[in-house]
């Protein structure tokens, strides 16, 4: 999943959704938040609109929910 910063709100609703962790089997997903190092900053990932309502507090948190109602989930970076 690679949708430019908005993909919290479809993560987020696939957490409330008991049946979509059966239904994905594996998720590759690139999590964009507020971040001040420069490797972001040099993907101009801290420009998309989305990116900069959530933390890296909040990223790990939404990973670690994804994880603990059984999607097996990769994530980028």
Excluded at 13 to 28: R, T, Y
Excluded at 46 to 58: D, K, R, V
């Amino acid at each position: 999943m690679d949708i430019e910063g908005r993909g919290w709100p479809i993560l987020e609703s696939w957490l409330k959704d008991p049946q979509m962790a059966e239904i994905v089997d594996k998720l590759f997903v690139e999590i964009h938040y507020n971040h001040s190092s420069s490797s972001m900053s040099e993907f101009k990932w801290n420009s998309l609109y989305m990116a900069l309502q959530y933390t890296h507090e909040q990223a790990t948190h939404l990973i670690a929910a994804l994880h603990s109602k059984n999607f097996f989930v990769h994530v980028w970076p």
